[in-house]
T-cell receptor, first 110, second 115 residues
């Protein structure tokens, strides 16, 4: 079983739609959680960290459910520019390693 | 702005060659990482380093070695390149954050083709 699992998609949604991605992790000792965004042929960049109480950044909301070992990303009012691959990232407690999921691809159509 | 620079965007090497991929960061970060990214497999950690001359194996270290002689530079070495090492290689760096979330910054990637 992969340590971090994501639905690869693609999620194909119209502009203005709300879309949500989930990511599950297998190690309960996981401590830090992130969502990264990767545009085609570009490097990954941090979208947002995920905190235990959940957090919001504009149209983006991240949630953490430690009991069920998953994190989620909600995008409201999707824009064409949101089209990208979204990578779920987990860091284990007392470790330097960042473990990446294989990503969920989002396509926002006009 | 944090900058992580990889020495080449594209490389073509022959099977059996020794290949060096260089990565330099300018933010005095303690941690540096080498990943490879393949379709359907995502980013897989090859090696990471948390200090000068310190290194630890990641999930797929076979066929690779690394060197960190200076804090800002982390090199990935393919001892004898093989066609299954054709991939996108991504270097990253981050501050040591202890228990805190710390962002990893990536270089632009090196697309290596082994023929």
């Amino acid at each position: 079983r992969k340590e971090v699992e994501q639905d690869p998609g693609p999620f194909n949604v119209p502009e203005g739609a709300t879309v949500a991605f989930n990511c599950t992790y297998s190690n309960s000792a996981s401590q830090s959680f992130f969502w990264y965004r990767q545009d085609c042929r570009k490097e990954p960049k941090l979208l947002m960290s995920v905190y235990s109480s959940g957090n919001e950044d504009g149209r983006f909301t991240a949630q953490l459910n430690r009991a069920s070992q998953y994190i989620s990303l909600l995008i409201r009012d999707s824009k064409l520019s949101d089209s990208a691959t979204y990578l779920c990232v987990v860091r284990f407690y007392s470790s330097y390693k960042l473990i990446f999921g294989s990503g969920t691809r989002l396509l926002v159509r006009p | 702005d944090v900058k992580v620079t990889q020495s080449s965007r594209y490389l073509v090497k022959r099977t059996g060659e020794k290949v060096f991929l260089e990565c330099v960061q300018d933010m005095d970060h303690e941690n540096m990482f080498w990943y490879r990214q393949d379709p359907g497999l995502g980013l897989r950690l090859i090696y990471f380093s948390y200090d000068v001359k310190m290194k630890e194996k990641g999930d797929i270290p076979e066929g690779y070695s690394v060197s960190r002689e200076k804090k800002e530079r982390f090199s990935l070495i393919l001892e004898s390149a093989s066609t299954n090492q054709t991939s996108m290689y991504l270097c990253a760096s981050s501050l040591y954050g202890g228990r805190e979330n710390t962002e990893a910054f990536f270089g632009q990637g090196t697309r290596l083709t082994v023929v």
